[in-house]
């Protein structure tokens, strides 16, 4: 069933976006893996998914470069028909965060987060829903911050609001082609993310667990799963919903 499955991964050079490569792999989908800067991570995913039996390519992607992504989808369309990749295609989107207090947030830094995370996201979607086949998948990547608080993430949370509400949008305006658009909510989980400090700061990590239903911070591997679980046939009649998947952080 998932044998002409190919799913495009973005920001697959380590962190949430490995793991889902990973996850999608182990199901049979072959993997289109993009990084930003760190060929070397994108490498090591790509190795990764082989030793475990799976197939990855890999491509460069910054996702604040909207122009180039018309020499990204001639790449993209070379590299799926010289290796016979078929039919299905599923994207995911990944962010950036930048948090600071109302006062130390830059205009810079709000066109930063809003370039990638929204503007990016959408003109990647734009570009990339004329090679979608029928039954495609698009997973956008939220963040557990659109449902409750946190001092210092004012703009990163209003960015993923508004990934969730193009999510719905889109997922309107794209179910007549059968195409279908979630959106993924992740509560802290232990990557590099806001310099690691889900994964590498005991306090914070102490104090998330305190606030979490599973008493704990997640591990990449978790939201990998859900990522790809989301993907799955199972879940094909799911459309506009938004999923958090954070051990039930913050309640
Ligand atoms: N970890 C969490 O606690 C958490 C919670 C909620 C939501 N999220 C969301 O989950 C997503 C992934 O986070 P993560 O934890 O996996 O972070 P991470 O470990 O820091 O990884 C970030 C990934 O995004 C890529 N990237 C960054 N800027 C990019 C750009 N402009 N264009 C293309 N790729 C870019 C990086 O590529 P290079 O390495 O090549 O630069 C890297 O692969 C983000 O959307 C984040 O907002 C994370």
Redesign the pocket.
Known sequence: MTANRIALV?????????SAALALAARGVRVVA??????T??EETAQQVQAAGGTAALVR?????VSSFGAFTSELGDLLEGGGFASRHRGQ?????VFGPLEAVTADDFDAVFG??VR?TFFLIQTLVPLLAQGARIIN?????TRHTSPATSV?SAS?AAVEALSRTLAAELGPRDIRVNSI??????????GGA?RDDAEMRQGLAGRTALGR??E?EE?GDAIATLASEGLRWMTAQRIEVSGGALL
């Open positions: 973005t920001g697959a050079s380590r962190g949430l976006g490995r993009t990084y930003r800067g760190d060929a991570g994108a992607l910054d996702i604040s470069d989107q990944r962010g950036v965060g990638t995370n990016g990547v939220s963040s557990s911050l990163y993923k909510a992740p509560g802290p989980t232990a990557t590099d993310f806001n889900m911070v997640g990449p939201i």
